[in-house]
């Protein structure tokens, strides 16, 4: 593959920025494969984002099998078949390459956490919010790798704040809809936040379990 591969002859070289007001569009529905940072500034074609995807398949699970600290840019473009010139032209470094994963994850996260229904007390209640927990199982089990490792002592600072952040806007979005349901029962949610999200912790460490294969009785 050569690097210059993925671009058309009007688009500008790597590091040129775009004019004013004309951005690099982006690939819908999975944010990552619109590359790390070094392809922020142009359009991928189909070869560059298949470039994109098998780097980031091969780093999903290399961050899986050697934990974040563990991995270098050596076994990702390794494991992918890659160059290292090649990775160089998408990502900046493995940092970027699973910031570009944690991308995918909270965006996935987030609509999860939009979908939260008024819980009322009753069958329905109960039943809208099994179908809510179904979408959490499935989101954090597709993310599972980024998700466990936000969670880890072994995140770094900067990707642990963003952790964080993801967890306290499901927690917010939980909060709206036992209020509300609260309310429309003619109640006081006593400690709501706190109810959410302890509550999504317990979800949280389910699924950690869950994703890591450990037998629950």
Not at 163 to 173: C, K, N, W
Request: aromatic share 8%; hydrophobic share 40%; net charge neutral.
């Amino acid at each position: 593959m050569t690097q210059e591969a993925d671009r058309s002859p009007a688009q500008p070289a790597a590091g040129q920025r775009r004019a004013a007001g004309r951005p690099g569009r982006k690939p819908q529905g999975r944010p990552s494969l619109g590359g790390g940072a070094p392809a922020q500034d142009r359009e991928l074609r189909a070869q560059g984002r298949e470039t994109v995807r098998k780097l980031l398949d091969a780093g999903t699970i290399e961050f899986e099998e050697r934990g974040f600290n563990g991995v270098r840019v050596d076994d990702v473009v390794r494991r992918a078949g890659i160059s290292h010139g090649t990775f160089y032209l998408y990502f900046s470094n493995k940092e970027d390459l699973f910031k570009a994963l944690l991308r995918d994850a909270m965006h996935d996260m987030e609509t999860v956490a939009g979908d939260f229904p008024v819980v009322t007390g009753d069958e329905t209640g109960l039943a809208v919010l099994r179908q809510w927990v179904r979408k959490f199982f499935a989101a954090y089990a597709a993310h599972s790798t980024v998700l466990r490792t936000l969670s880890s002592a072994n995140a770094p600072g900067e990707l642990f704040g963003d952790g964080l952040r993801l967890f306290f806007s499901v927690t917010e979005a939980m909060t709206t809809g036992m209020t509300a349901a609260a309310e429309a029962a003619g109640r006081h949610q006593e400690h709501a936040e706190l109810t959410a999200f302890a509550c999504l912790m317990m979800l949280e460490r389910v699924n950690f379990v869950v994703t890591t294969e450990v037998q629950l009785p």
